[in-house]
C-alpha cells in the first residue's frame, strides 16, 4: 500500500518536474527572489530562504529521482532478460548487470569483437558475390 502510494508519487512528480513549465516556473521563482533582494536590502534571512528552499527541493529531489531511475532500469533489464530468453542470443546475458564494471567491460569488449568479426564476414560475403556476379556477367556478354 505505502510503496504504491510512493511509486505512484514519485512517478507524478518525475514527470512534473521534467516540464518545461515547471523550469519556467523555478526561473520565476528566482526571478521573484532576486527581485525582492533590495526591498529586504539582502538580509541574511532573505539569502537563507533561497538556499533552505532549494536544499529541501534538491534532498526529496534526488530520492525520488532515484527511486524512478531504478524502477526503470529493472523494467528495462526485465525486458531485455525476456527478449534474450526468447530469441537466438546467449542466456549468458541475462543478469550481467549485476557483474562488476571490470566484468562488464571484459563482456562488451567480447561483443565488439565477435560484432567486428561478422561485419568483416558479411563485407567478404558481399565481395565474393560482386566477384561472381562481375564473372558472370563477363561469361554472358563473350
Known sequence: MIEKLFTRIANTVAHLAGLPLTF????????AWAVTGPI????????????TGTTIITFLMVFLIQNTQNRDGAAIQAKLDELIRVGRAHNTFIGIEHLTESEVEEIRAKCEQAAKRHDRKIADMAAKKAVAQKRGAKSQAA
Open 24 to 31: 519556467a516556473a523555478c526561473c520565476l521563482i528566482i526571478v
Open 40 to 51: 529586504f536590502g539582502f538580509s541574511d534571512t532573505w539569502q537563507l530562504i533561497i538556499n
